[in-house]
């Protein structure tokens, strides 16, 4: 049920009080002889009417019920009863009180038959408005209890999607600097060799030296607009000058030797070559890697480590299982590197699942297809 809903039915529940307590107030009236039956009727009208319209539940509803309890006693005691629940669900438990107090009192002076200090009804007269307000004060503070209970759920998502939305971003930040080196190295390394074959033009015919000369400018203009505009994405403090942050089969081999002196116990399978799949697939590769290896230390210290890499036409495949172990309790983490990994892949065109595996072992896995064109050895056709 929706909160509409729920609001729409507890309205009706409440006219179907106000109407009873309006009946009530007849029937009430019809046991003294029915000697005040149209006034009593049209006086607890008016007041069911009050109780229900919202604007005029405070204060006019709470004084209207008060002065007309302390008049008529007895027949409209519980609409007082309900114009006190109101007041102690909304923390007015002393105006409340004070109501009650008034409309006792009042009607204590009033010496009507339907008064309701008769020797009858001293027990109903103080049990019905301390219940009122009792139930009243249980009911609101359960109410504003469920309510910031609600708000805090609702801040944790919010705050868990700003957290994934961040990381997100940043593993996007993360490739975009990843392939600026990639670019930059391959575009030097293009101007880098037109620049020596037009050392050599007076050996080449002069269509092929211009063209070289058109190549050798447009790649050095090429880098230098990829530095202008990528290079603010890597923090110049963080990399040394000259250093590559592109990584290759050799360092996820040295990342699997890291871990090995750390104390894991990691068993490396490789198939294929990484020559046979993209730059970007072995980048996607290293961090994958990297990410679970990291949180089996966190989460399974101890226990094997198995990888395996296919870098094979049609897709390149790696999973990380490791069976359950011992989680340490001197680390803590965003829990979000997965989000980022599976940004990643999912921007190549793979998915990437992370799970149970059975026997409380984890599993990562992620299939990344090669791009259409993209022939064995990694190479554009």
């Not at 008049?71 to 006190?84: N, V, Y």
């Not at 309510?147 to 990381?167: I, W």
């Not at 990399?239 to 068993?267: F, K």
């Not at 495949?317 to 599976?342: F, H, I, K, M, Q």
Request: with cysteine; proline share 6%; charged share 20%.
């Amino acid at each position: 049920m929706s909160s509409r809903e729920g609001r729409r039915w507890a309205s009706y529940g409440r006219g179907a009080v106000v109407a009873l307590c309006v009946l009530a107030a007849a029937l009430n009236d019809m046991s003294f002889e029915a000697r005040y039956l149209a006034p009593v009727i049209i006086t607890a009208l008016v007041c069911g009417t009050a109780l229900l319209v919202p604007r005029l539940r405070w204060p006019i509803a709470p004084l209207l019920v008060t002065v007309a309890t302390a008049w008529w006693g007895w027949p409209l005691l519980p609409m007082l009863a309900i114009a006190l629940y109101d007041l102690a669900v909304d923390r007015r438990a002393r105006i409340a009180a004070g109501c009650a107090a008034a409309a006792l009192g009042a009607n204590l002076l009033s010496y009507r038959a339907t008064s309701l200090w008769t020797s009858q009804s001293y027990a109903s007269t103080l049990l019905l408005p301390v219940l009122a307000v009792l139930v009243g004060l249980w009911l609101g503070s359960r109410r504003r209890l469920v309510q910031a209970l609600a708000a805090d759920v609702e801040h944790l998502s919010v705050e868990a999607r700003l957290r994934e939305e961040a990381a997100r971003t940043a593993e996007r930040s993360r490739i975009a600097a990843e392939m600026h080196d990639v670019l930059a190295h391959r575009l030097s390394l293009i101007a880098l060799h037109t620049g020596v074959l037009t050392t050599k033009s007076d050996t080449l015919p002069a269509p092929v030296a211009e063209r070289l000369a058109l190549l050798r400018t447009t790649s050095v203009e090429a880098l230098s607009d990829l530095r202008d505009v990528l290079g603010v994405l890597r923090d110049p403090d963080a990399t040394p000058a000259g250093a590559s942050l592109t990584p290759t089969m050799r360092e996820v081999g040295e990342l699997a030797d890291e871990a090995r002196a750390a104390g894991q116990h990691i068993e490396l399978t490789i198939e294929g070559r990484p020559e046979e799949a993209p730059t970007t697939h072995r980048l996607a590769t290293y961090r994958i890697v990297q990410e679970a290896l990291t949180n089996a230390r966190k989460h399974a210290h101890g226990a094997p480590v198995t990888v395996r890499i296919g870098y094979r036409p049609p897709a390149t495949l790696v999973e990380v299982t490791n069976p359950p172990g011992a989680p340490r309790t001197d680390t803590v983490g965003s829990g979000y590197g997965l989000v980022g990994l599976r940004e990643r892949v999912t921007a190549l065109g793979g998915h990437l699942n992370a799970g149970p595996a059975g026997a409380g072992a984890w599993r990562v896995a992620a299939r990344i297809p090669h791009p259409l064109g993209i022939e064995q050895n990694g190479t554009p056709t």
